[in-house]
């Protein structure tokens, strides 16, 4: 699995994550499958993770374990099938500890899992893979960027049917681009863009010599995340994942771009991606994960020295307030 995908913070995410060997666990983003080994690894016979993917070539690359159940969707749909397991208790019984806390409590959801990871990184299947329009590194590649093989939507669609606005919007807020504007002006006097390289050369105005792929990756960013609509099922995930945790569970999020990292930051303290604090009639905020870490954690140089993709990386902790 390691040439699939190399996992980030493996140690520190799974030692946050795993509190009870018999537990039921959700990794929200299986990939290459080296965080759910790590937790399998933890857990004894009557533990089981739940992984979730909507890439088919990361089902395709799981391990056979009878503890294992792999979903091909969208991690957004989460409190979805945590539901369904609580209603049937899944295809293997559930341990005497995990019992105890079958039933939801009132107001708190299925409330079946003792833990929720999700890693948000692009993986380095898809990323190394030409044919997927992940990589600026493959100039005449189709732009795609579909997680979803399935999906409809495409980066090449995006970025010919896109109006000028639409399109300044995305750069903007998605990639953080300076000159969102300009970009998108080029991108649109440029068309038709069937591949990564039309993109690339659209653009090459805007490159700054010896910086290049820095604004790349800001461009290639802004549209997989349109493409995936990673933000709004970032959303969807976490107010499922809150709402699908026992009390005391623990939700566990690497990110690796600061939009993503404040939404997480911002649910954790506030319970809404945004930062709201909402109350109630007696002034207690609506908020039902408790931050573990007040502080990121980040990758050891060491680790990134072995694998570049983990320099942007931040491991988030929360538990799940037993009176939410």
Request: cysteine-free; proline content about 5%; hydrophobic content about 40%.
């Amino acid at each position: 699995m390691s040439e699939y995908h190399i996992p980030v913070l493996l140690a520190e995410s799974v030692s946050a994550l795993v509190t009870n060997p018999e537990g039921i666990y959700a990794d929200a983003t299986f990939g290459g499958g080296g965080h759910t080994a790590a937790v399998l690894s933890r857990l004894n016979a009557g533990g089981r993770v739940i992984a979730f993917d909507r890439d088919i070539d990361a089902i395709n690359n799981a391990p056979a374990d009878p503890r294992l159940t792999l979903i091909h969707n969208n991690f957004r749909f989460i409190e979805n099938y945590a539901e369904q397991l609580r209603r049937e208790a899944g295809p293997m019984p559930l341990s005497s500890a995990n019992k105890k806390a079958d039933a939801p409590e009132r107001g708190i959801g299925p409330a079946i899992f003792d833990g929720i990871l999700a890693d948000l990184g692009v993986s380095s299947h898809q990323f190394d893979t030409a044919e997927r329009g992940f990589s600026f590194r493959y100039e005449e590649a189709p732009l795609d960027m579909r997680m979803n093989q399935e999906a409809a939507l495409t980066a090449e669609e995006v970025a010919n049917s896109y109006d000028e606005e639409a399109l300044e919007r995305i750069l903007r807020l998605y990639g953080e681009v300076d000159g969102a504007r300009n970009m998108a002006r080029l991108m649109m006097q440029a068309r038709p863009l069937h591949t990564t390289g039309d993109l690339d050369r659209a653009v090459g105005k805007m490159l700054p010599k010896g910086a290049e792929h820095k604004v790349l990756a800001k461009l290639y960013q802004a549209l997989r995340i349109e493409v995936n609509q990673e933000m709004r099922s970032l959303e969807k995930f976490l107010d499922g994942a809150a709402r699908s945790l026992k009390p005391g569970g623990r939700l566990v999020v690497i990110t690796y771009h600061s939009l993503e990292d404040r939404m997480v930051k911002n649910f954790i303290k506030t319970g809404n991606v945004d930062g709201i604090v909402q109350q109630d009639l007696y002034g207690r905020a609506h908020a039902p994960l408790e931050a573990v870490n007040r502080k990121p954690i980040v990758p050891e140089e060491s680790e990134i020295a072995g694998n570049t993709r983990a320099r942007s990386a931040k491991l988030r902790i929360a538990e799940r307030r037993a009176e939410a």
